[in-house]
């Protein structure tokens, strides 16, 4: 069984529409998770990460953290053709800063 | 802005061949990461430096080697290609803080080993 499980799609969905991707875990030490977009041919860039458990809010972008569950997952509101890329998730434990595990990524199309 | 650069964006080489990606970044980082990113299987990380000629094995270190003799430059040495290292390799860079510090990741160097 992997660490982080994440459906790698892909999803499509009408412009306008909201998005929800999520990540499941086994790991209970994980403490930070991440979430990071990759655009086809270039690198993943970070959205955004949260410590343990909550939201996180950034503009049009939402994080939630389950750590009951060992669930996370990212929102994407008002979605926009732009917001089209791999979205994958991340996530290490408090002490480990060189061991992030990523999961496989989902592969979001936004259709104007 | 943080800036990692992957020297080559495309590579094609043979089977045997001793190949090198190189990586460089602009942030002064302590930490440097080589990952290989394949379809289904995320991103695996093959080696870290956390200083200049510093290095530590990751998750598939096997047929790779790394060196950094600079701070500022970290490269991945494939010591006898095989078609299966045919991949995505990233590179990224972190600041060696406590607490959580984020990777930055440069654009990737696609290599196919024919």
């Known amino acids: 069984q992997k660490e982080v499980e994440q459906d790698p799609g892909p999803l499509s969905v009408p412009e306008g529409a909201i998005v929800s991707l999520n990540c499941t875990y086994s790991n209970s030490a994980f403490q930070y998770f991440m979430w990071y977009r990759q655009y086809s041919r270039k690198g993943p860039e970070l959205l955004m990460y949260t410590y343990s458990s909550g939201n996180k809010e950034d503009g049009r972008f939402t994080a939630q953290v389950d750590k009951s569950s060992k669930y996370i997952s990212l929102f994407i509101r008002d979605s926009q053709p732009s917001d089209s890329a791999t979205y994958l998730c991340a996530m290490r434990t408090y002490s480990s800063a060189s061991k992030i595990i990523f999961g496989s990524g989902t592969r979001l199309s936004i259709r104007p | 802005d943080v800036k990692v650069t992957q020297s080559s964006r495309y590579l094609v080489k043979r089977t045997g061949e001793k190949v090198f990606l190189e990586c460089v970044q602009d942030m002064d980082h302590e930490n440097m990461f080589w990952y290989r990113q394949d379809p289904g299987l995320g991103l695996r990380l093959i080696y870290f430096?956390?200083?200049?000629?510093?290095?530590e094995k990751g998750d598939i270190p096997e047929g790779y080697s790394v060196s950094r003799e600079k701070k500022e430059r970290f490269s991945l040495i494939l010591e006898s290609a095989s078609t299966n290292q045919t991949s995505m390799y990233l590179c990224a860079s972190s600041p060696g803080e406590q607490g959580y510090q984020p990777q930055h990741f440069g654009d990737g160097t696609r290599l196919s080993i024919l």
């Open positions: 430096s956390y200083d200049v000629k510093m290095k």
